[in-house]
């Protein structure tokens, strides 16, 4: 409904988020105890998981509405950042930390998911434009793999598919691919949430 939000507490701070004394823990844990921001999903995001045991040790202590991840396959030149498959690992990873319990590997209980998609180039850090079935690939793959929720990340000044950084922008056929990939996604949606991810493969 209107005014509802998603609120990311930090970004890929890692070491931070496997440290039982860390910031990211302790304000979750100063929201919970004040009531603060409960119509709101609060959820971080990661790029790796460092040690499986602290991160599932941290998903415990600060109990965040959702748990996500960004990392970006579609590299130039190829596999300079990660490769395909390992994205696929990765993806299965975070999984498996929202569903601990269904999947019978730890004592969490379940919580939502979700992805960061490659919306973006940067030569700087090797990205490529992905391609219209890179899109549908990404995106396809979240939801066959259970995730509840992807954003497209995109940087000021330096998108091709967003000018500027501003998503109400499109400049060119790729911003009109993507939109086309998120409305099959959106088309999907009424069956999906009736869906349950407990599948371990």
């Known amino acids: 409904g209107a005014g509802q939000f998603g609120l990311q507490v930090g970004d890929e701070q890692v070491s931070d988020l496997e440290n039982p004394n860390g910031v990211t823990n302790a304000w979750f844990q100063a929201a919970h105890a004040g009531n603060y921001f409960q119509n709101q999903l609060l959820y971080v995001n990661s790029f790796y998981i460092g040690r499986d045991a602290a991160y599932a040790n941290f998903i415990a202590s600060a109990n965040p509405d959702a748990i996500s991840f ?31 319990s269904y999947l019978g590997i730890g ?65 060119q056929p790729r911003y009109s691919q993507f939109a086309e990939t998120a409305r099959q996604g959106r088309n999907l949606g009424p069956a999906l949430t009736h869906l349950i991810s407990t599948g371990y493969g």
């Open 107 to 171: 004592g969490n209980a379940p919580r939502p998911y979700g992805l960061y998609l490659q919306s973006y180039a940067s030569s700087s850090e090797g990205t490529r434009d992905p391609g219209d079935v890179e899109m549908r690939w990404q995106q396809f793959t979240a939801w066959t793999m259970g995730f509840t929720f992807v954003d497209a990340f995109t940087v000021s000044g330096s998108s091709s598919l967003f000018t500027g950084g501003n998503m109400n922008s499109p400049t």
């Open 70 to 100: 960004d990392s970006y396959p579609f590299d130039s030149p190829y596999g300079s950042i990660i490769y395909p498959n390992n994205w696929l690992s990765k993806a299965g990873q975070f999984r498996r930390h929202a569903l601990s």
